[in-house]
């Protein structure tokens, strides 16, 4: 059993930066695979970024390619999203997942755990 937990959301203005963490609890955290998904208001809930396990290769959607970053600190099990140049369209609530299963980084179903989101807003 994983459970996560995000912090770090808040209001920033466009241009800004933002890092959100995920802590997670169990001792299997360094197994899992992880990402980020956001949902803005009205919208689906969408695939933002993604990292293996070992932290040796990522995934992002091509709306943050040059701007998010995510990392991982398995001895802390912790998830990082390193968010720059924030525009007022990345307003949403972020919810980071573990997956032990590969495939599709879209995919939500293989997905196992989520947390409950934080809020990030952007103001232009």
């Known amino acids: 059993q994983v459970q996560l937990v995000e912090s770090g959301g808040g209001l920033v203005q466009a241009g800004d930066s933002l890092r959100l963490s995920c802590a997670a609890s169990?001792?299997?955290?360094?197994?899992?695979?992880m990402g980020w998904f956001r949902q803005a208001p009205g919208k689906e809930r969408e695939f933002v970024i993604g990292?293996?396990?070992?932290?040796?290769?990522?995934a992002s959607a091509d709306s943050v390619k040059g701007r998010f970053t995510i990392s991982r600190d398995n001895a802390k099990n912790t998830v990082y999203l390193q968010m720059n140049s924030l525009k007022p369209e990345d307003t949403a609530v972020y919810y980071c997942a573990a997956r032990a299963r590969t495939g599709d980084w879209r995919n939500e179903e293989l997905y196992d755990y989520w947390g409950q989101g934080t809020q990030v807003t952007v103001s232009s």
């Open positions: 990292i293996r396990w070992s932290g040796g290769s990522t």
């Open positions: 169990g001792r299997t955290f360094s197994s899992y695979a």
